[in-house]
Structure formats: C-alpha cells, structure tokens
C-alpha cells in the first residue's frame, strides 16, 4: 500500500514521503529486474550494434589521417581531428549519463547515435579542413554519449553476476572493429575516397537507431526525479576543455613554459574549483556526492583510467615506433598493431571470472604483474627483434582489457541502479583525462627525444634524424616507461578495490 500510495505521489509531482525504508532503498543498490534470455539477447543486440558504431569510428579514421592531410595539403591541422572529436566526446560523457539517468536510456541513446550520425554526415561532405574539425567535434557531440550509456543499459539489463557471461558479446565488437577498422580505414582511403569512412557511419547509425527504438523498449526502466545542475555541467565541461586543450597543445603549438599553456592550465583549475564549489552548493549536484565518495567508484575509476591511458598512449605511439625503430611501412605498423588493440581476451577472462569466482580480481591483478614485466623489458631492451614487441604489446592489450569489466561491473554493482548512468559517464570522463594526460606525457617526451614536431609527417621526420636507430629506440625507452607507470597505477588501485560479492541469482 505505502509502495501505491508512493507512487501516486510521483505521478501528481508531490514528493513522496521519505520514511526509513525509503532512505535505505536509495543508498542500497538494488538488483535489476530479471529478464527473459530472448528479452536479454534483444537487447544486446541492439546495444552491441550501437557499440560497434562508436568501437569503428576509434580505429577507422586514424589510418585514414595521411591521406586527408595530403588532401588538404595540411598537415599541421590534421591532430584536431582526433582532438576535436576527444574534447567534445569527453566534455559530454557525464551529461549523457545524467540525463540518462532522468529521461530513460533509449531516449538518450536515441539522440546521442542521431547527433553522431549527424556529425559523420558533416564530415563526409567537409571541403576544408576547418569544416572537417567542426564536423568531428559534433561526431564527438553525439558519440560522446554511446559508451556510458550502453554501460548503463547493460547494468539495467543483468544482475553484476551474470553479467560476465554477455562480455562475450560485447567482445565480439571490438575484435571486429580492432581488426577491422585499421584495414577498412586504409582501404577506403588509399583505393578509393577518405570520405567513405564518415559515410559507412550513416547506414550504420540508422540500422542502430532502429534496433535501439524496438530492442530496448523491454528495459526495466530506473529513473528517478533529478534535476539537472546546468551551471555544474557547463562548469565541469568548461574545465576538462580548458585542461584537454592545454594537454593537446603543450609541446605542438606551443611550448609546454608558455604564457598559453600555462594561462590554460590556470583556468582550468579556476573553474575546477568553482565546479568543486557548486557540487557543496546545489540542491542536486551534477555528480553527486554519494557517487563520488563511493570508496569502489573513487579505486575502480581510478584503476580503470590508469589501464586506458597506458593503453591508449601506446596504441597511439607505437605505430611511430614500428615505422621509426622496427623499419616497417605504414600499412605493416597498421597490422602489427593489432595485438595490443585487441583487449577482448583479457576481457573475456575477467567475465568468466566474475562468473564463477569469488575473488574475481585476481584475473587483472595477475595479468597487471605480467603486463609490468613484459614492458619493463622494453624499457631495459628498446630494439628486440619485432616478434618479441608484439607478444609484450599482446601482453600489454590482454592486462588492459582484463582490468575493464572487472571494475566497471564492480562500480555498477556498488551503486543503486538510478545512479549507474551518472557513474558510468563519470567514470568514462576520468578515463578519457587519463588518456589525453598520458599521450601528452608520451608525445612531449618524444619531442624532446627526437628535436622535432613531427608535425610535417613520418617520412620527413625520418629523413631529418641523423641519429642511428639505437638512438631513437632509446628515446621510445622513456615512452614505455611512462607506461609503464600508468599500468602500475592501475594495479595499485586495483589492489585497493573493495571486492564485494557480486549481486545475482544466488546472492
């Protein structure tokens, strides 16, 4: 009756009465509720479509990059289209997953893949270089909010338990689009016209629109009444701005003592604190304080975000480092950089033991140790023979790939279910900082190392090194090091994680 009578209060916008049960069902997460197996593969379905729209676009456009600077005959511009698309796609993360959290995942996915969409059509028809920027920064606008929200519907959808059984799934997406998106990027690009990489989203991104409209309307729905902290929100996207700007000029357009960088990095950290401010000020803040003094929130972000700047700084250096050091052609760096791309086994591993394990972190704990050991050895031995860099790179993907589900679920089942949205895009927004604080931390110390801004291409950059190719393996030494300190970040924090038992069927 008092559950009725709660509800009738909602629906004529009268607050309902807080009791002590109702204080304990906020704080205490409670289980998703149980679906069907034909209603659980609907749904995943859908998601794992709308997953592999934002999974392709990671690894498709980085091959075709020569070929639209040469296109454009500009070559000094061409990091924007990576940055615009990751200042805008970070910026957002947090809102999507709130507003999530308000109005219903399909509604927010719904509008984050047509915002995408969108986007790639601007890019696809772009004339200039500064069009084809402004084009990728609404791409990130949209695609910004897939990842977290997809987080969220696959929180809605399975108790944490269970959960570890779908990651094959999931892993099935990035195997195809790790694998894929390279190749096809390249293809597209060198055979035919770079425009075609923007132009297969929009097949894509109507075939996931349809499949989200019909598939997750069978999602058990957990929103609460919110309000949405808009000064909070403009405040948090204004300071990770500011800070990925410093972060993507320091050491390129700039250099890292300038007036620029250094008036950027203040700024940030002015509307940092205004942001830390507002969160003790407002009714409802835009991220809660309960969520972000979550002790499993705060170890599992932080573990997550460590993991993903190890991995997404090599994955964006190492390249470099086949065509530089291991002698390879574009193409060849391409393939050989699959491995550590290929996260999916590590993830695979840790969905089992989630599965079936009690102390279901010792998967990534111990491919951590491993990964750590594998790496060190390039740090002492910069220049091995290439077959010996791809087993430590596929070491390296695998430890990565491992620490993902099992702190993401652990965050997810930390947290009651009308919050899981503001979590996930919390926790994608850290990783995201992580990942531009380490490929800046990489690329400086390749600028130092090599006395060059490589802005006008690896041949040209190639020819003007004089230093024999030990010499540029001992600058790559240094990049390695640094992540190797990003993957000991992750096992440290990984260590400190709570492992609580997992909600499911027999708990």
Known sequence: ????????????????????EAILSENTPAAPSRLSPAQARAIFVGLMLTVFLAALNQTIVATALPTIGRDFSDFESLSWIVTSYLLTSTA?????????DIHGRRAVMLASVGIFTLGSLACAVAPTMLTLVLGRALQGIGGGGILPVAQAVMADSITPRERGRYQAYMGVVWVTSGIGGPILGGFLAEHFHWS???????PLGLAAALMIQSRLKQLPRHERRHKLDIVGAALMMASAVLLLMALSWGGTRYAWTSPQIAGLIVASGIVSLAFAWRLTQAEEPFLPLTVLANPVMLTGTAANSCSMGASI????????YYELVQHLSASDSGLALIPIALTTPGSLLSGRAMLYMRHYKRVPIVALIIALAALGFLVWQPDPALWIVIVVMSIVGLACGAVFPVCTVSIQNALPNHQVGTAMGAMNFFRALASAFAVAIMGAILLAGLG?????????TASRLDAPGADIAAVF???FLAGEVFLAGALAFLLLMEERPLRGPDT
């Not at 009756?1 to 002590?20: E, L, T, V």
């Not at 060059?452 to 041949?459: A, E, Q, S, V």
Request: net charge positive; proline share 9%.
């Open 92 to 100: 957002v993360a947090p809102l999507y997953g709130k507003l999530s």
């Open 313 to 320: 700084g090599l994955i964006i250096f190492v390249p470099l």
């Open 196 to 202: 075609l990489v923007f132009w297969l989203n929009l």
């Open 477 to 479: 030494r240094w990049v």
């Open 1 to 20: 009756m008092k559950q009725a009578a709660d509800r009738g209060a909602c629906a004529r916008n009268d607050p309902p009465d807080i009791g002590p």
């Open 452 to 460: 060059t801004t490589l802005r006008h291409g690896i041949d040209a």
